[in-house]
């Protein structure tokens, strides 16, 4: 089992703390304990020149979005932005460092989405957050400024499972044109039946045990899990999506269900493109501090929607 060192020293440093295991907190200490991982040193800070916040209603909950922009162009392309975090935790500040790189590096508008969380909002309320503050960002494009034939998504894990319904949607013209999605180690099967998930390694953030926890929290009890707005894995046809850039962990229950959503892409003729980090763990690409190995990562996530939105 291949580790890459930064990988290594963090597995170390949880074990050596005694960090409790996901599925031994509440909800609420699970986000805590979150948020007591946002704060970004000094030297790892990135300075964004425009970046603000607004509210919109989603349903009878209100719901705010961070934009992100490092010029003053009208006609910027955009990056709409999923965070993870299992349905139940992370936020707009869990994933500001990961953003404000997207941003820059990507030379676009980004905007991320505070969706609702479980087990407070359960399935379909992020869904149905995340499809409502797609159709405000395209109804308001000329305040927000930005290119509406130049928008790609973007998500981590549960963010990826949003990110590639609202792909979904968006080929089947329920939604505004999408032209790319950007997809890091999705969470896009809750049958949780293939083979990595039997992956185990002592110190791991994220093992089925963690998945199971988190499925608890976000499915009412009456949910089918093969219902393809939960699992979009198992959307039975995938013909006309939007150009498709995959990137896994090969130490993370989840990498089979990118890889096996790459051959269902192909198998549809779809523009796919995948890659796995076999030394790293699921979560690597929001844990820029500790895993520099994630920098390698959102470069390419960067220079592949720079390929993307070259074509438009």
Same mark, same amino acid.
């Given at each position: 089992m291949k580790i890459?060192?930064?990988?290594?020293q963090f597995i170390k440093l949880r074990l050596e703390n005694n960090t409790p295991e996901v599925e031994d907190l509440t909800p609420i200490e699970l986000r805590e304990?979150?948020?007591?991982?946002?704060?970004?040193?000094?030297?790892h800070q990135l300075q964004i020149n425009h970046i603000n916040e607004i509210k919109i209603k989603s349903k009878n909950r209100e719901l705010k979005l961070r934009i992100y922009s490092n010029n003053?162009?009208?006609?910027?392309?955009?990056? +709409?932005?999923?965070? &993870?975090?299992?349905?139940?935790?992370?936020? !707009? /500040?869990?994933?500001?460092?990961?953003?404000?790189?997207?941003t820059k590096k990507s030379e676009c508008k980004l905007i991320s989405v505070d969706y609702s969380l479980a087990p407070e909002h359960k399935f379909p309320c992020s869904l149905e957050d995340s499809i409502n503050a797609v159709k405000y960002i395209f109804e308001n494009n000329k305040q927000i400024k930005f290119d509406k034939n130049k928008v790609?998504?973007?998500g981590d894990s549960a963010g990826g499972n949003l990110a590639l319904i609202i792909s979904i949607l968006s080929k089947e013209q329920k939604l505004p044109k999408v032209r790319g999605q950007i997809l890091f180690y999705p969470w896009i099967d809750f049958t949780m039946s293939?083979?990595?998930?039997? +992956?185990?390694?002592? &110190?791991?953030?994220?093992?089925?045990?963690? !998945? /199971?926890?988190?499925?608890?929290?976000?499915?009412?009890?009456?949910d089918d899990v093969t219902n393809w707005k939960i699992s979009p894995l198992l959307y039975s046809d995938f013909r006309g999506m939007p150009t498709t850039f995959i990137y896994g962990a090969g130490l993370d229950?989840?990498?089979?269900?990118?890889?096996?959503?790459?051959?269902?892409?192909?198998?549809?003729?779809?523009?796919?493109?995948?890659?796995?980090?076999?030394?790293?763990?699921?979560?690597?690409v929001s844990n820029i501090v500790t895993l520099p190995t994630s920098i390698i990562c959102?470069?390419?996530?960067?220079?592949?929607i720079k390929q993307i939105i070259r074509k438009y």
């Open positions: 890459d060192e930064d990988t290594k304990m979150r948020a007591s991982m946002a704060a970004v040193p000094t030297e003053d162009n009208d006609d910027q392309p955009l990056i +709409i932005f999923f965070h &993870g975090g299992g349905f139940v935790m992370g936020d !707009l /500040d869990s994933h500001d460092l990961l953003c404000r790189h997207l790609v998504v973007c293939r083979p990595s998930m039997s +992956i185990k390694l002592d &110190g791991l953030i994220v093992k089925k045990s963690t !998945l /199971d926890y988190f499925a608890n929290h976000y499915l009412n009890d009456n229950p989840l990498v089979d269900e990118g890889y096996a959503l790459m051959k269902r892409l192909k198998s549809f003729k779809n523009e796919v493109y995948y890659k796995v980090y076999e030394g790293q763990i699921h979560a690597f959102i470069n390419e996530a960067c220079d592949a």
